[in-house]
């Protein structure tokens, strides 16, 4: 599903983010990124999404090189992604449902599709009754679930996390790390960075570790 090889990644002021980096993760695979701060996580999941292009290298997902993947059609790769951010990046003066809604409207969705859909992914993460609550008035991982019910509701192949649960007590971020294993069994693949090793370790996923840019274990645990 996601193949980097001999990735590499350096900025115009010549800072290498990413060198020589090989692996391959399967459909319905989750899997873990670690690394410490500037090792190039971030860098890594910007190249799936097409935020970035490699500088060597060739980045291939669901059997197509992106790239070969012109302009125009980056917003068509992005619709089978979803992306789950630390800090939720939720629209604060609209409702859990609107929140959710937002990818679809965007795409032209008719709205018995939208409401269908945001009501099935509000469900899956068990905020269906929040629906037309602020997202003020939730709790930090109730937050985040809206975050998760966002990333999905469009059904994507990938399910991309940059640190989902860095502001998240031990207890949450159990909680929430089991609402990802929970979408790669029924067929969506999940890359989750993060550095809670002694959560990840728990889970028995395989891990990617990055150091320096470099790849340094892809194994699983």
Same mark, same amino acid.
């Given at each position: ?42 860098? +890594?999941? @910007?190249l799936i999404? =097409? ?5 060597? /290298?060739?980045?291939?997902?669901? %059997? $197509?090189?992106? #790239? ?22 939720l629209l ?35 905020? +269906?009754? @929040?629906?037309?609550? =602020? ?5 930090? /991982?109730?937050?985040?679930?809206? %975050? $998760?019910?966002? #990333? ?14 860095g502001n ?45 840019? @470099? ?7």
């Open positions: 599903m996601i193949s980097f090889e001999r990735v590499s990644k350096r900025y115009d002021e010549g800072y290498d983010a990413l060198r020589d980096v090989s692996f391959t993760i399967n459909k319905d695979d989750l899997v873990f990124l670690t690394g410490h701060s500037g090792a190039g996580k971030s860098t +890594l999941m @910007r999404m =097409l935020m970035e292009r490699p500088t060597r /290298g060739d980045v291939l997902v669901d %059997g $197509i090189n992106l #790239a070969s993947v012109g302009s125009r059609a980056i917003a068509r790769h992005r619709r089978d992604i979803g992306v789950v951010f630390q800090n939720h990046q604060f003066d609209r409702t859990v449902f609107d929140n959710v809604a937002l990818p679809l409207v965007i795409c032209g969705y008719d709205h018995r599709e939208v409401g269908r859909r945001v009501r099935a992914a509000l469900d899956k993460v068990g905020l +269906l009754e @929040r629906e037309r609550a =602020l997202p003020v008035t939730l709790s930090g /991982g109730e937050q985040q679930r809206v %975050g $998760i019910a966002r #990333a999905v509701v469009g059904r994507p192949k990938i399910l991309l996390a940059d640190e989902p649960t998240l007590d031990p207890a949450l971020s159990a909680e929430i790390m089991t609402l990802f294993e929970d979408f790669s069994k029924v067929g969506v693949t999940v890359l989750i960075a993060s550095h809670d090793l002694a959560l990840i370790s728990r889970l028995h996923h395989r891990i990617i570790t990055l150091r320096e840019g @470099r790849l340094v274990t892809g194994t699983a645990t």
